[in-house]
């Protein structure tokens, strides 16, 4: 229990004299519920007394912010006569205004009011426990709270450099945290969909992968098909940045207002590293996405969660196809390039631009859609069958989701759609169903999404832009203002169906291929929980 609840200067929880280390220089330190402030005297060393209220705040005074502050350690000295105590405070406050980027400082203190070193230990005890009691003030139980993160870490994720990242940039502000974690090393791929769903979930505090998207969709799939998956989909998940597509880092960044787009991955898991620290725990939403099952088992490379989803699976992030998949797949061999890998491939992509003949149908969330593209034909849905004969019979749709959740807008992928839908058939040259704000370090698909919007962001653009147009718009990717673009329409939706008309393509789900052709989903509520942050009122 804290001595009081006080925020303001009057009324610390804990307040005593200290000298900062290896100096003569002694100040107060103030503990309070939401800062740490040093009080100071203009009074030379050899004059400054032990009375407290002789130390003001000063020029020269500093305040941290309980938000920066992980953590603390306290210990002795080298020598063994030496009768001081030491705390140590670890801190990462923003450097720099205008670039969020967060800098690691120490306040380093000396303690040397008692006699004894016994007596010193004991005063500084009280500052730490006090402190992590400060720090761990949230919802969770404490035996919740001693509970350790598992993390899969995936060696061959981004540029091959997870493992270093997490052990060199993600350990250290950890321990100064004292987050207790589990690692796994993931040996292939669907490695952690096997194991999410033996989890005994009651063990971890949450989930977090070192890679990129890709683990975290295969660990969402595992959870969602466990039987037990409306409590299993409960426990927070989070990415510590590894791959080279980070996108729920940088979604979860941008919606903390932290920083995210400029750093290096080696930075912005530090930064990631810091956020999951201060955990906090905040609803997102999900897509349920029914594909076609080939014939041919062969044509999905035996992967066993396409396999075992009876064409349903669950995605966090997006729906590719036309260029955004082209690009996405494509640039796997630039795989070592990290995230500069999506910068090569979509200009490689515009060079040999191609169109992909389909029918795109949506659900529009406010009940209308009216393209900014006069030349854009909406129609509705066929009453009968026709549109959906050629989507492969052997698709069982009924089977689907017996042990999911129920869904409200879809009907299996070989009937006909409700009269409330909007149908497109063109040729496109861009598609994009957007979950999240940011799909790349550097791409803001959908700058106004939060982390559970309960609707999709449909973006496409039809064939007659030119490779100019093309390359320009993408330039825009990075602020979000490719949407503004004349030519690129944009719609918030709850379901579509997507049909690729046309034999080459290539669809990807969360940046991992799925077998090509008719596609639909649906937005589910917010069922799931991420480690993230909550933007603090001012
Ligand atoms: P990236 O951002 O580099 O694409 P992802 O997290 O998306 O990183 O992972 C890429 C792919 O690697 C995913 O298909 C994932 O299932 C797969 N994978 C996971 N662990 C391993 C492993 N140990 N070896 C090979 N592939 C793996
Ligand atoms: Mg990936």
Redesign the pocket.
Known sequence: MLDNDATNDDLPVLSDLFKLYKTTERLKLCLYTDSIKIYKTKLKATQQSDALDSYTILDTSKIYSMNDIVGCSIGKGEHSNDLKAYLTIYIYPIGNKKTLKRKRCTLELEYDKHSTFDKNLDSIKEWSIKLNAILSKNNETEADQQKPFLVYI?????AGKAKNIFFERIVPLWAEANVPYKVI????????YDQVEQLNIKEFRGIL?V??????Y?VINGLMKRSDWQEAIKIPIGQLPG????ALSSSIAYAAKEAHGNLSIESFAMHMAFLTAKYDVLPMDLAAFDFTMPKDKRKINNNKLLLESNGRIYSFLTLEWAIVADVDLESEKY?FLGGLRFVVGAVNRIINLNVYHGRISFLPSSGTYIPKNKSIKVKKPERDNSQASNIASEDDSSARGVNGPSLKYLTPLNQPLPDNWVVIEDNFVFFLVVLKSMIAKDFNAWPDAKLDNDDMLLVFIKEGITKIQLLQMFTETETGNYLNHELVESVKIKAFRLEPLCEKGHLMVD??AVPYGPIQGESLSPILNCIAKRIQSV
């Open positions: 995936n060696p061959n994720s981004g090393m993931t040996k292939y791929a669907n490695f952690a992968v890679s990129g998207d890709g683990l975290v295969e791959g080279s597509g980070n795989r940046g991992e």
